[in-house]
């Protein structure tokens, strides 16, 4: 079946400093990848859709500086989250499809605790 | 401003009731709906979905009820199971599902 696998599950980074975070699609082909934050409250946002051979689009509020997001293939996406400060604190789920239009598969997601 | 909400913020059923979870929405350019499920310390899983031409999609004992003209959807869990108990969301995307939108969730808690 579809997996997606996030690592780490859960981080602490201080505030200031950056943290990387990973997604890998087992059975079959991450075309697109969406990076999602989740909130405390549990509302999502989302960061950025990412496809292959595209540029990546990001939301308003989200920036490239802030959140650079790496897909170099059809199998893995990586993000960072840059300077990191309590309020990108929360749960980062990196959801992915095999084409545009596909349903997500999401994975357990990256939390992010930031001191 | 909330493009997909989900009146109720949580909800309680006996074991074996039918559970029913509004959620509404906006655009009028969303035409698919799907429903995640997310229990503590996961992400959303799929359970279901519906595209706008349909008015009522069943998978076992989930039912969305679909109202295009009213702009709201119902997901239906019948017989519910304390294994139903968890957060459910009311998800919806248009021009092929580039931007998915999630509502704020419904937590359910199904007591046996």
């Known amino acids: 079946g579809a997996l997606v696998y996030q690592y780490p599950r859960r981080t602490i980074c201080k505030s200031g400093t950056s943290m990387r975070m990973e997604c890998q699609a087992v059975?079959?082909?991450?075309?697109?990848v969406a990076w999602y934050r989740q909130s405390p409250q549990k509302t999502f946002e989302l960061i950025a859709l990412?496809?292959?051979?595209?540029?990546?689009?990001?939301e308003q509020n989200f920036t490239q500086e802030k959140f650079p997001i790496s897909h170099p293939n059809l199998s893995f996406s990586s993000m960072t989250v840059l300077n990191a400060y309590l309020e990108d604190r929360g749960l980062y789920l990196c959801?992915?499809?095999?084409?545009?239009?596909?349903?997500?598969?999401f994975g357990s997601g990256t939390r992010l605790l930031v001191i | 401003q909330q493009q997909v909400r989900q009146s109720s913020q949580s909800l309680t059923v006996w074991e074996g009731e039918t559970a029913i979870l509004n959620c509404s929405y906006e655009?009028?350019?969303?035409?698919?709906f799907p429903w995640y499920q997310q229990f503590p310390g996961e992400g959303p899983a799929l359970l279901i979905a519906?595209?706008?031409?349909?008015d009522k999609k069943e998978d076992g004992r989930f039912t969305i009820f679909f109202n295009k003209r009213e702009k709201n959807l119902s997901l239906h869990i019948k017989d519910s199971q304390p294994g139903d108990s968890a957060t459910y969301f009311c998800?919806?995307?248009?021009?092929?599902?580039?931007?998915?939108?999630f509502g704020t969730g419904t937590s359910l808690l199904v007591d046996p």
């Open positions: 959801g992915a499809g095999d084409r545009v239009g596909s349903d997500y598969t």
């Open positions: 059975g079959f082909q991450a075309t697109s």
């Open positions: 990412s496809t292959v051979n595209s540029a990546i689009k990001y």
């Open positions: 655009n009028s350019a969303f035409d698919y």
């Open positions: 519906i595209r706008s031409v349909s």
């Open positions: 998800a919806a995307s248009g021009n092929m599902g580039y931007k998915l939108t």
